[in-house]
């Protein structure tokens, strides 16, 4: 039985919450059961939203750096497409209030596990492996786990939860001294062993009872949220019986989204009657997510036999399965380098993709990109730019900028005079859309690459150390920025307004160190007038 990993930066959260428990001065609760405040009562007096929001972003400083963490653009675009709507309907609801709805970052992200898993991290980040994704039959099934982990930040768990784990601390601490007592003035170390054990049962006991009311109120919330969204009502009750079925079936470990998500019959009878009450008919079964399963479970295969497994052929008679099986096999073949085989078989996916009835454009661009994807790893960058240009009018997204950005690089590096044109467009592309999403480490690496094949050697240098600061290697970063300044004193005909944005940028990056040095020794300060705010 092969256990599952746990990332670093899992570890320290869990540390984390620990050490905000031990540290915590609140008063701890009369009752031995936990009762959740009611909804709309504030945490702020466990774990204020600023300072949810700093330790969340503690913890994705270390997970953007940890090997699972994924940036892939095609899924996570597909990730995000459900995941907005869900936020959407939040707002509406009113369950993001206006202070988390400002202060918290509400982004999703990827981690290579072939674990059945989801989580939330404080101040609105949710981590989903890509097992989750697999095993999900629909959109609105994998909608249904996103809007059950957003309720989780929404209903602030993680700040209501410091008050009974430092219950639970306490009972335990108590018990502990007892039996110490017990031990000196009886001499029997059964005695005292029998109390400690008896108050640590007491203490996982009442942080039972408050995980299954956790969960059962992010059920309740994250219900309304996907049928506020437009996802089907069934989905969630569907998910726990995909779910249910799959420990069954095959326990080994792999499915800790139970073990952390106490999957009860109450829980699924609950889902079951909101389905019945809701009048719901089933999710449809769409092209689209067949093929963002079959990205995942390539993603997730580890090693070349894992990866020739994926042969692209499949006995289902299901249209959706084989268009599905041939982007599998194009895409890990590409990976094994047989790239005649890969341009083969996403040509045939996309001739089966336009038989589809109705017709699904979003599939249909999603094995395009693929298609421009297998040619760039081939090196046929001309094809590549031929893939993308064949896209609708107007279609656009990140996966589409990331890729023509790496195709014009590609068309440089063959040819330095005949790709100046797209090399340009794609670093003005690049430039713009960082403007907004500040927080793109690849999109930013790309532009460092761009921009320094045009010769812009400052904005090469400043892109290389944004890049470095989404990843939260602020140390990286500020060497960049130190050394991009140097060289605006040593050389001529540099841009001055990216030379003033240099020494800005150097300024709040190592205002935000020293304030995480603060913080890291206990110590807080509130910014001075010379300081700026870290973007």
Same mark, same amino acid.
């Given at each position: 039985?092969?256990?599952?990993?746990?990332?670093?930066?899992? +570890?320290?959260?869990?540390?984390?919450?620990?050490?905000?428990?031990?540290?915590?001065?609140?008063?701890?609760?009369?009752?031995?059961?936990?009762?959740?405040?009611?909804?709309?009562?504030?945490?702020?007096?466990?774990?204020?939203?600023?300072?949810?929001?700093?330790?969340?972003?503690?913890?994705?400083?270390?997970?953007?750096?940890?090997?699972?963490?994924?940036?892939?653009?095609?899924?996570?675009?597909?990730?995000?497409?459900?995941?907005?709507?869900?936020? $959407?309907?939040?707002?509406?609801?009113?369950?993001?209030?206006?202070?988390?709805?400002?202060?918290?970052?509400?982004?999703?992200?990827?981690?290579?596990?072939?674990?059945?898993?989801?989580?939330? %991290?404080?101040?609105?980040?949710?981590?989903?492996?890509? @097992? *989750?994704?697999?095993?999900?039959?629909?959109?609105?099934?994998?909608?249904?786990?996103?809007?059950?982990?957003?309720?989780?930040?929404? !209903?602030?768990?993680?700040?209501?939860?410091?008050?009974?784990?430092?219950?639970?601390?306490?009972?335990?601490?108590?018990? %502990?001294? *007892?039996?110490?007592?017990?031990? #000196? +003035?009886?001499?029997?170390?059964?005695?005292?062993?029998?109390?400690?054990?008896?108050?640590?049962?007491?203490?996982?006991?009442?942080? *039972?009872?408050?995980?299954?009311?956790?969960?059962?109120?992010?059920?309740?919330?994250?219900?309304?949220?996907?049928?506020?969204?437009?996802?089907?009502?069934?989905?969630?009750?569907?998910?726990?019986?995909?779910?249910?079925?799959?420990?069954?079936?095959?326990?080994?470990?792999?499915?800790?989204?139970?073990?952390?998500?106490?999957?009860?019959?109450?829980?699924?009878?609950? =889902?079951?009657?909101?389905? %019945?009450?809701?009048?719901?008919?089933?999710?449809?079964?769409?092209?689209?997510? $067949?093929?963002?399963?079959?990205?995942? /479970?390539?993603?997730?295969?580890?090693?070349? +036999?894992?990866?020739?497994?994926?042969?692209?052929?499949?006995?289902?008679?299901?249209?959706?399965?084989?268009?599905?099986?041939?982007?599998?096999?194009?895409?890990?073949a590409s990976f094994l380098n047989d790239h005649a085989r890969a341009e083969? !078989?996403?040509?045939?996916?996309?001739?089966?993709?336009?038989? =589809?009835?109705?017709?699904?454009?979003?599939?249909?661009?999603?094995?395009?990109?693929?298609?421009?994807?297998?040619?760039?790893?081939?090196?046929?960058?001309?094809?590549?730019?031929?893939?993308?240009?064949?896209?609708?009018?107007?279609?656009?997204?990140?996966?589409?900028?990331?890729?023509?950005?790496?195709?014009?690089?590609?068309?440089?590096? +063959?040819?330095?005079?005949?790709?100046?044109?797209?090399?340009?467009?794609?670093?003005?592309?690049?430039?713009?859309?960082?403007?907004?999403?500040?927080?793109?480490?690849?999109?930013?690496?790309?532009?460092?690459?761009? #921009?320094?094949? *045009?010769?812009?050697?400052?904005?090469?240098?400043?892109? @290389?150390?944004?890049?470095?600061?989404?990843?939260?290697?602020?140390?990286?970063?500020?060497?960049?920025?130190?050394?991009?300044? =140097?060289?605006?004193?040593?050389?001529?005909?540099?841009?001055?307004?990216?030379?003033?944005?240099?020494?800005?940028?150097?300024?709040?990056?190592?205002?935000?160190?020293?304030?995480?040095?603060?913080?890291? /020794?206990?110590?807080?300060?509130?910014?001075?007038? @010379?300081?700026?705010?870290?973007?």
């Amino acid at each position: 039985m092969t256990p599952v990993r746990t990332p670093p930066w899992r +570890r320290r959260l869990a540390t984390t919450l620990a050490a905000c428990t031990v540290l915590s001065a609140l008063p701890a609760p009369a009752r031995a059961q936990v009762r959740l405040p009611s909804l709309g009562e504030t945490a702020s007096q466990d774990l204020s939203v600023g300072a949810e929001r700093r330790l969340g972003e503690q913890i994705m400083r270390e997970a953007r750096r940890d090997p699972a963490y994924l940036d892939d653009p095609v899924l996570l675009e597909y990730l995000q497409s459900i995941w907005s709507p869900l936020v $959407a309907a939040a707002r509406q609801l009113g369950n993001i209030d206006a202070d988390t709805d400002l202060a918290f970052a509400w982004e999703p992200f990827l981690v290579r596990d072939r674990s059945v898993n989801a989580f939330a %991290l404080p101040g609105g980040f949710v981590g989903v492996h890509l @097992g *989750l994704i697999f095993i999900t039959s629909t959109s609105d099934q994998l909608a249904s786990v996103l809007a059950h982990e957003m309720s989780h930040v929404t !209903q602030r768990h993680i700040a209501r939860s410091i008050a009974p784990q430092q219950q639970a601390s306490m009972l335990a601490l108590a018990t %502990l001294l *007892l039996g110490i007592i017990a031990a #000196s +003035r009886t001499g029997n170390v059964d005695v005292a062993n029998a109390a400690i054990m008896g108050g640590q049962g007491a203490a996982i006991q009442s942080q *039972l009872n408050y995980s299954r009311d956790v969960e059962r109120e992010a059920d309740r919330i994250g219900f309304g949220v996907l049928v506020g969204a437009g996802y089907a009502p069934s989905a969630m009750a569907a998910m726990f019986d995909n779910l249910d079925a799959s420990t069954r079936l095959n326990d080994n470990s792999g499915f800790p989204y139970l073990r952390s998500h106490p999957l009860t019959v109450d829980r699924i009878s609950e =889902a079951r009657n909101r389905t %019945l009450l809701a009048n719901s008919a089933p999710a449809p079964l769409t092209l689209q997510h $067949a093929l963002m399963q079959a990205r995942s /479970r390539v993603l997730m295969s580890e090693g070349t +036999r894992a990866l020739q497994r994926l042969s692209g052929e499949t006995s289902s008679p299901l249209l959706a399965d084989r268009v599905a099986a041939l982007y599998a096999g194009a895409m890990a073949a590409s990976f094994l380098n047989d790239h005649a085989r890969a341009e083969v !078989q996403v040509a045939q996916a996309l001739q089966l993709a336009g038989t =589809a009835r109705p017709r699904e454009p979003r599939a249909e661009r999603a094995l395009q990109l693929l298609q421009a994807q297998v040619r760039l790893a081939h090196g046929d960058a001309p094809g590549a730019m031929q893939a993308l240009d064949n896209l609708p009018p107007g279609a656009s997204g990140r996966p589409v900028l990331l890729l023509r950005a790496q195709a014009a690089l590609e068309l440089h590096r +063959r040819d330095a005079g005949g790709a100046a044109v797209p090399l340009r467009s794609s670093t003005e592309a690049l430039q713009t859309w960082l403007a907004e999403q500040p927080h793109d480490a690849l999109g930013w690496e790309l532009l460092a690459a761009t #921009s320094d094949a *045009l010769g812009l050697k400052l904005r090469s240098m400043r892109a @290389g150390a944004e890049a470095r600061a989404v990843v939260g290697d602020l140390v990286g970063a500020v060497d960049r920025l130190r050394a991009a300044q =140097a060289a605006t004193r040593t050389t001529a005909g540099q841009d001055f307004i990216e030379a003033s944005v240099i020494d800005a940028r150097l300024r709040q990056l190592m205002a935000q160190r020293r304030q995480l040095a603060l913080e890291a /020794r206990g110590e807080s300060r509130r910014p001075g007038p @010379g300081d700026e705010p870290p973007q």
